[in-house]
T-cell receptor, first 112, second 115 residues
């Protein structure tokens, strides 16, 4: 158990809908990272938040957005969903003094 | 941009045999490198990391990796494979600027352990 929690574990929704994925980092970690894992794209970095502020951005679609709240939990919002958005979405957290990232169990999103 | 390449998308070894999973990196600066393991229907677990200290890095579950700058490699090894090692393994490099950090992953190597 990495100490990073993600909810929900599974999500099934229809095209065009909007969903919110939630992540709670390990105690003491200030950074939250979001990654997408799909069969065709592999593991891709989406976005990083550090102590409430956006720090780094990867290949995140404009339909996707994220935020980190004062209690350091983070939410990833996916809107106007398409079939191709079906994937595993991982959250990771890290402490500013180290480079390791610890991953949560993931949310499996299925868009039908 | 930093990147990693994993050679071999599938590797099969017999139980008790040496495990060797290959990773080469490309980086214009001294890299920070990681190996993660993913068991079916689970998240990624950190196996080990290289952060410019010792070139031979020991991780969990008997795995180790050696950083070789001359070969731009960071191969993962384990002397004796166990059935429980069957999983997908990812090599990753971190891009860092201040507190901004992102992992770039290789395409993964699926390890099968044969009885």
């Amino acid at each position: 158990d990495s100490g990073v929690t993600q909810t929900p574990k599974h999500l099934i929704t229809a095209t065009g809908q909007r969903v919110t994925l939630r992540c709670s980092p390990r105690s003491g970690d200030l950074s939250v990272y979001w990654y997408q894992q799909s069969l065709d794209q592999g593991l891709q970095f989406l976005i990083q938040y550090y102590n409430g502020e956006e720090r780094a951005k990867g290949n995140i679609l404009e339909r996707f957005s994220a935020q980190q709240f004062p209690d350091l939990h983070s939410e990833l919002n996916l809107s106007s969903l398409e079939l191709g958005d079906s994937a595993l979405y991982f959250c990771a957290s890290g402490h500013p003094s180290t480079y390791e990232q610890y991953f949560g169990p993931g949310t499996r999103l299925t868009v039908t | 941009a930093q990147s990693v390449t994993q050679l071999g998308s599938h590797v099969s070894v017999s139980e008790g045999a040496l495990v060797l999973l290959r990773c080469n990196y490309s980086s214009s600066v001294p890299p920070y490198l990681f190996w993660y393991v993913q068991y079916p229907n689970q998240g990624l677990q950190l196996l080990l990391k290289y952060t410019s200290a010792a070139t031979l890095v020991k991780g969990i579950n008997g795995f180790e990796a050696e950083f070789k700058k001359s070969e731009t490699s960071f191969h993962l090894t384990k002397p004796s494979a166990h059935m429980s090692d069957a999983a997908e393994y990812f090599c990753a490099v971190i891009s860092s600027s201040g507190s901004a950090r992102q992992l770039t992953f290789g395409s993964g190597t699926q390890l099968t352990v044969l009885p």
